[in-house]
């Protein structure tokens, strides 16, 4: 009898909370929504994404331990000399498709090994095969795991071995002090498109925006990638305790993510199509914020609600993004709001939070309303 009174304590509680007067301070309608949007720097953003398209993915390793193959099987063509002689590469490659840097390792070229390192979104290298793990790879994952730039390690010229590769990559890994490395074949492409780029774009956002937009086969496990970073930082966002506090960080973590998959889709990093999306969805969007809000000041688990609200949007807009693009930019605004509360339903039935809060009604009033940011 007890529980069921405080539980009746509880309802009463969350209904005073859905009155008029309480939600006075919360963005309760589509106007106020604009107000955060339009709040938010456009140009910085922008200027930010256009700056991480300039980032590479250095390939990194001893001479003669297959950069130059891999980045001609990368790019799909002949760019860069290969030399059966060591450290043939002198100089760095820029591919005309996309930002990649080859850099030997030794120290005959370290202050472009340094200056490749630095410009990267991520590093890819190299291990030879049929040389095994020498002191200076294991010197130089050292000094790129001080650094704390996003790497990961591959073992190529695995065509010419004739044991178990997957063995011998277990064992470098061991050697190396890292938790994964891929056994690929530059040569023949074995490994390179099924393992590696997922391996690579996985490594850190920039990375995935980096390789979406330099290979199409890949953008949409590049934008997914970009989705999962930007919801996990809603989430975080959504945890503060404060109501409001978080909303204009929702909005620049949510633009960015939008405009992040446009680039990775080829298109200007504008507000052009970001408008029609966040437009189109901006209702829904304003509800998620209320019910985030709203949750905050739940007794109970209220924090873990509304993180779950603030990924669960995200997740949702990022989504939505990605098949907008995926279609052509021909999705109608009905199949755009479908398609937001369908992903909204699926991020929250695989990432439950208890207790959960019911999304209010807007104002009628404020349904009319459109979010429209500026360029």
Known sequence: MAQRKGGSKLGSRMKSLLTLSTLAGIPSSLATIRKFVSAVDWREAQNEIASELDRKVAIVGMPNSGKSTLFNTLQGQ????????????????????????????????????????DESSAVLYLVDATEGVRQRDA??????????????VALNKTDLL??????????????LHVSDVTP????????????????????????????????PQ??????????????????????????????????????????????????????????????????????????????????????????????????ALGQVAIEYYEHGKRLSRQQINEMFTRYYRRYREEHPAEPDVATPALPPAAESVTAEPVD
């Open 78 to 117: 002949y760019l860069s000399f290969v030399s059966p002689e060591a450290g043939a590469t002198t100089e760095f490659v820029r591919g005309a498709f996309g930002p990649f840097a080859l850099i030997d390792t030794p120290g005959h070229l370290p202050e472009m090994q340094r200056q490749a390192i």
């Open 139 to 152: 010197e130089v994952i050292q000094q790129l795991r001080e650094s704390e730039r996003p790497f990961i």
């Open 162 to 175: 004739s044991g178990d590769v997957d063995e011998l990559a277990a064992r470098v890994a061991a050697r």
């Open 184 to 215: 690929i074949s530059a040569q023949t492409g074995e490994n390179v498109a099924e393992e590696l780029i997922p391996a690579i774009i996985n490594t850190s956002p920039e990375a995935a925006l980096t390789l979406g937009r330099l290979l």
């Open 218 to 315: 890949y953008r949409r496990s590049a934008a997914n990638k970009l989705v999962r970073a930007a919801t996990l930082v809603s989430l975080a966002a959504g945890l503060q305790p404060i109501p409001l506090v978080d909303i204009p960080i929702l909005l620049s973590n949510q633009i960015r993510m939008t405009l992040r998959i446009a680039a990775v889709y080829g298109e200007p990093i504008t507000a052009q199509h970001l408008r029609e999306i966040l437009s189109t969805v901006a209702g829904g969007l304003a509800l998620r914020y209320l019910a985030e809000e709203l949750a905050k000041v739940a007794p109970i688990g209220g924090d873990l609600v509304s993180g779950a609200i603030a990924a669960a949007g995200t997740y």
